[in-house]
């Protein structure tokens, strides 16, 4: 089976990879590239764990195969905090509403709720369930999770 | 790695992916939006020897309305682009009403409606859509292209009147008729999962508020979409009262073949088709009475 060279952007930055076209662009981003904040729950679409932005928009990074990234932009949950030590306020606010238990499905609600935050700012608690529909927690029950998407809606700033 | 060993092409243009297809016939699989090929893949339900991706075909991605109301899509126009789209909006209400319906925002960022239209799930909304609309769906191959209707399309479960060799390339949706109402309705355990059931409704009266036309069409009730042509008919003549719905209602009953799985019984299937049926031509009618 013959391998593809790919260019792909991942949290801004560009490199090439030659590649088997049967990976998955999670299993790329966790072992090609160890950003091993992706996690990986179900492989089949159902759990979200595994969700990256992909130009921008949310989608399931086990359900793409990497050499479909090519020549697009990625963003993993590694590409939110500017650097240790300084949250992105979405995290800073799961930090502070207790957002998180594991944390295993954390990454894949983050990057959910970033592009669902920009588009609308000030979200009803319906509207972030509806948002959060497509991933799973065992822990919380989603009701911290719930309170700390409202928080970081509440300080207007983030995002910028 | 999850799934079987495959050859990747991602021709950029039609005329491309359609030279491949023609060659490759049934060892190549259409790779659109992936959400139910690549769970099918990682499982090794699925294993095709070689895959086309037809992601890099910007000639498949467009909304279009002509001069006289048609509203074309192309195959490969994601779900989430659809959803926001300003003429579906207002000229398709009924697949605008449909689309949040579908999976998950993540799951729409990358499904295309031409590839939930070809994969033919009978639990899923867009064929529902296509049926109720009285749509057609063009099928191209290297040197030449037909026109399916919706009605005709769907065979048998997840199969389709596609050839192997053929590509779904647009959809074409006929403009409503004046005095039409439409509505969309479906009950899943979670938002998001596959429904248990689920029905679509258009009609059409006339000025005295009489039905002179309608569709009645059901998800998760058979092994393709299902319309009920015959209940449908009993509303000609007829007004929105509750006794005539819910004798439309009943006469569902004999078209749908729903059946019992881990979610649902049949029973119970029947039974949520029965209160849909009801509450979507409750809806339609006053849509249409002031449209």
């Known amino acids: ?160 | 790695m999850k799934p079987a060993p495959f050859e990747y092409i991602a021709p950029t243009s039609l005329a491309e992916a359609l030279t491949a297809v023609r060659q490759h016939g049934s060892d190549a699989s259409l790779l659109a939006g992936g959400q139910s090929l690549v769970p099918v893949m990682n499982f090794r339900l699925a294993q095709p020897a070689m895959l086309v991706d037809l992601n890099r075909i910007p000639e498949l991605d467009y909304v279009r309305r002509e001069g006289n109301g048609f509203i074309r899509i192309g195959s490969m126009t994601r779900q989430r682009t659809l959803e926001r789209h300003p003429l579906i909006a207002q000229y398709t209400p009924l697949l605008h009403e449909a689309l949040p319906y579908i999976a998950h925002p993540q799951i729409r960022n990358r499904g295309t409606i031409g590839g939930s239209l070809a994969h033919a799930d009978p639990a899923a909304e867009l064929p529902v859509i296509l049926l109720a609309l009285n749509g057609r769906v063009q099928l191209q191959k290297s040197g030449g292209a037909r026109w399916v209707h919706g009605r005709d399309f769907y065979t048998d479960l997840f199969t389709t009147a596609r050839a192997e060799d053929e590509i779904l390339t647009e959809i074409e949706l006929p403009p409503l008729p004046p005095r039409t109402g439409v509505a969309f309705t479906e009950v899943a355990r979670r938002h998001g999962d596959y429904a248990l059931s689920g029905v679509a409704a258009v009609v059409t009266v006339d000025e005295r508020a009489v039905c002179t036309a309608a569709r009645l069409v059901y998800l998760n009730a058979g092994d393709t979409p299902i319309s009920a042509t015959q209940a449908a008919a009993l509303l000609v003549g007829e007004q929105a009262d509750e006794e005539v719905l819910t004798a439309v209602a009943h006469a569902t009953q004999q078209e749908i073949t729903p059946t019992t799985d881990i979610h649902a019984t049949a029973d119970y299937k029947r039974h949520l088709a029965k209160v849909l049926t009801v509450r979507v031509l409750q809806q339609a009618f006053t849509r249409a009475v002031n449209e």
């Open chain 1, 1 to 160: 089976m013959s391998d593809h060279t790919i260019s792909i952007t991942v949290n801004g930055k560009t490199e090439e990879h030659t590649i088997e076209p049967r990976l998955l662009l999670s299993d790329f981003l966790r072992h090609q590239l160890g950003l091993t904040g992706t996690h990986v729950g179900c492989e089949h679409g159902v759990c979200g764990a595994c969700t990256v932005l992909f130009d921008g928009q949310p989608v399931r990074s086990c359900l793409m195969f990497a050499v479909q990234a090519n020549g697009h932009e990625i963003m993993t949950v590694e590409g939110l905090a500017k650097s240790m030590g300084n949250l992105h306020p979405l995290q800073q606010a799961f930090w502070e509403a207790h957002g998180l238990q594991c944390g295993f499905c954390t990454p894949g609600i983050l990057l959910t709720l970033l592009p669902f935050l920009a588009e609308n700012p000030r979200p009803t608690e319906a509207e972030v369930r509806e948002a959060l529909s497509g991933n799973l927690c065992r822990c919380t029950g989603y009701q911290h999770i719930v309170d700390a998407a409202l928080l970081a809606a509440s300080r207007m700033e983030f995002g910028n």
